[in-house]
């Protein structure tokens, strides 16, 4: 995927606001609905926390690079981390999340990725240079965000 835009951060929780902020600008510049940039918002939240809680431990400051795309279909997310390998996609097949058992009954986490991935049109994943790679693409569900109509 060729991004529109690309933003990098470094992988430390103080720095997901400046990440959220780069999703919420680009949509904005794009006219993407409230509703569909929430969701890419929800989807780079998990990622990044992902990266750095699960793949790096605790805060640190490699980089991570978000990529974004959008067009009349899709908004495309290309999250890149120097983490150690992790695929997300054999992560979801192997602890599958039961839909019908209570809440009180689910592991706690792992439901995360699952989400993100239910969410995906598209999602892929490679390894390579040192970088986990994850692209996905988002329907989008909601109209182009336009001004109201004076009446």
């Known amino acids: 995927m060729a991004a529109d835009d690309v933003c ?3 992988a430390r ?3 997901l606001p400046e990440a959220i902020a780069f999703v919420e600008a680009f949509c904005g510049d794009r006219a993407v609905a409230g509703s569909d940039c929430l969701r890419l918002s929800l989807v780079v939240e ?3 926390t992902n990266t750095v809680t699960h793949g790096h431990g605790g805060d640190s400051d490699a980089p991570v690079r978000i990529g974004l795309r959008v067009d009349r279909t899709f908004l495309e997310l290309s999250y890149e981390d120097s983490a150690p390998p992790f695929d997300p996609l054999d992560h979801v097949a192997r602890s ?3 839909p019908a058992a209570d809440v009180a ?3 706690v986490g792992q439901l995360g990725l699952a989400l993100v991935v239910s969410m ?3 999602v892929a994943y490679v390894r390579g240079d040192g970088c986990n790679r994850v692209q996905l693409a988002l329907r989008r569900h909601a109209t182009i965000n336009t001004p109201a109509d004076p009446a």
Request: charged share 40%.
């Open 13 to 15: 929780i103080s720095c």
């Open 8 to 10: 990098t951060v470094r």
């Open 96 to 98: 599958p999340v039961d």
């Open 46 to 48: 998990e990622l990044f």
């Open 105 to 107: 009954d689910r592991p």
């Open 120 to 122: 995906a049109e598209r």
